[in-house]
């Protein structure tokens, strides 16, 4: 078993437009796990966002606070505590938080994503 304080993990900082932290909290350099990506994105409130993207794996996203939107294909769906976004490989995607609190999403790949993808994050 691995337990991992993500309280006490180091963040990365991505600056505006986009104002959001990221803390890598499993990946395959932590040994043991090869199967997926576990990643916490912080949205600052009014406006923190991701880019427009698409993985090469697939990506669950539960909200866990915060209110706004996820785009994809063209379409907004309003998105809160509670939400779950599934991206599947190669789907363009964005979540915006338009609220004034942060939005916390929990993120996963699967199956995990490349060393070279994730070689940026600091480590705890």
Not at 2 to 18: D, N
Not at 27 to 50: A, R, V, Y
Request: hydrophobic share 35%.
């Amino acid at each position: 078993m691995k337990i991992v304080e993500t309280t006490k993990l180091p963040f990365k900082s991505v600056a505006a437009p986009y104002q959001r932290s990221q803390q890598m909290v499993m990946d395959k350099s932590d040994g043991g796990q090869e199967n997926f990506t576990f990643l916490i994105s912080t949205l600052f409130p009014l406006g923190g966002k991701t880019e427009s993207h698409v993985h090469d794996v697939d990506e669950l996203i539960y909200i866990e606070s915060g209110y706004g939107y996820s785009a994809a294909n063209g379409e907004r769906t309003p998105v809160g505590p509670g939400t779950t976004v599934y991206a599947v490989a190669g789907e363009e995607h964005q979540l915006v938080n338009e609220s004034h609190e942060t939005m916390k999403l929990i993120c996963v790949y699967i199956p995990a994503l490349s060393e070279e993808a994730v070689k940026t994050f600091p480590r705890g």
